[in-house]
């Protein structure tokens, strides 16, 4: 899972620049090719997601790689009071900015430009994080996903969507280690006792769509 693709093979730009410049250049028409490409099926999988969220009646919800922000305005139907939309491309925020406004939403939605792999909030701050189909545009995929736990409560939940089976379970595998990795340094840190994996599981739980009654090939893997 280390191997770096960009979206401009001949560009000298490094990965995130080449995903942003990508998505400002297609984001006044992202929402209906979105729609084409997916067949309808991405308002399924949001639908989903939605149901999932609700679940954890959260206060604080940040969704990473939000785009036009579909996800974020969806999340208004739950109990959360701040929802954040963080993206690396400004056209596709502008565009979420519209709706936002649309839906006189703006009051509960913030979007927010910035990087996945550096996020601008505190520890432990969200209930709930989101990432639909984002993380194969990080740069480093292992800072990404420790970022995301950092930012995360430690009775959060974190929801990604992923199309590729095999690339879902290897993150899920990935960020198995890490949540390890960041338990043991953190519990060092107090008492010199660690908290195993299952322990913790019962905070934040893994699942896979094999769980659910849908047959496509989407990975929706709460708190990767």
């Known amino acids: 899972m280390s191997e770096t693709i960009k979206p401009y093979q001949d560009s000298e730009k490094g990965k995130k620049e080449q995903v942003a410049q990508m998505f400002d250049t297609i984001s006044e028409n992202y929402d209906g090719l ?7 099926t991405d308002a399924t999988w949001k639908k989903k997601i939605l149901q999932m969220v609700k679940l954890q ?16 305005i969806l999340f208004a139907e739950t109990t959360a ?21 649309e839906k006189n939403l703006d009051s509960k939605i913030q979007m927010v430009l910035g990087d996945g792999e550096k996020i601008p909030y505190t520890d432990n701050y969200f ?11 990080f740069e480093n995929l292992e800072k ?7 930012v995360l409560k430690p009775n959060g939940k974190l929801t990604i969507v ?23 340094s953190y519990f060092r840190g107090v008492d010199d006792n660690d908290m195993d994996l299952e322990e ?8 896979n769509d094999s769980e659910s009654d849908d047959s496509d ?6 708190k990767i």
């Open 34 to 40: 979105n729609k084409i490409i997916s067949l309808g």
């Open 57 to 72: 009646h959260p206060t604080l919800i940040l969704d990473i790689a939000t785009g036009t922000g579909d996800l974020a």
């Open 81 to 101: 009071t701040e929802i954040i939309g963080l993206d690396i491309s400004q056209g596709m925020l502008d565009m979420g900015k519209k709706k936002i406004s």
């Open 127 to 137: 209930d709930v994080i989101t990432v639909a189909y984002g993380v194969r545009n």
């Open 144 to 150: 990404g996903l420790s970022e995301i736990l950092r």
């Open 162 to 184: 992923s199309d590729n089976r095999l690339y879902a379970h290897a993150l899920v595998s990935t960020v198995e280690q890490l949540n390890r990795e960041r338990e043991r």
């Open 200 to 207: 913790h599981s019962n905070r934040n739980t893994t699942k």
């Open 217 to 222: 090939d989407q990975q929706v893997i709460p």
